[in-house]
Nanobody, 119 residues
């Protein structure tokens, strides 16, 4: 499975930006798609995930500002970033992890897309 991200770039504080991640290939079994971010000098950390059954999880710092959604027919996950702050500046990585019969555990990462929040 290959994860292809798009939508990063420069955005002003208080603006909006939408990230997309398409999974190319067959996704098996129970899984979750999500977004993680990594700022310079920091570890990669969770932003939001959405499970194949619909359960959604956000890190506290983005609750009320970011919205994750998923189109299972397109194997695509989105991150709508509203009212971003300069501290949201990071490389954003798409992730797909899960388990499938005959496949076992799997964990895929996208190449990352830069998001810069600045006026």
């Amino acid at each position: 499975v290959q994860l292809v991200e798009s939508g990063g770039g420069l955005v002003r504080p208080g603006g909006f930006l939408r990230l997309s991640c398409a999974a190319l290939g067959t996704i098996s079994g129970i899984n979750a798609m999500g977004w993680y971010c990594q700022a310079p000098g920091n570890q990669r950390e969770l932003v939001a995930t959405v499970a194949s059954g619909g359960r959604i999880n956000y890190v506290d710092s983005v609750k009320g500002r970011f919205t994750i959604s998923r189109d299972n027919a397109k194997n695509t996950v989105y991150l709508q970033m509203n009212s971003p702050k300069p501290e949201d500046t990071a490389v954003y990585y798409c992730n797909l992890k899960g388990w499938g019969v005959g496949v076992g555990n799997y964990d895929y990462w996208g190449q990352g897309t830069q998001v810069t929040v600045s006026s």
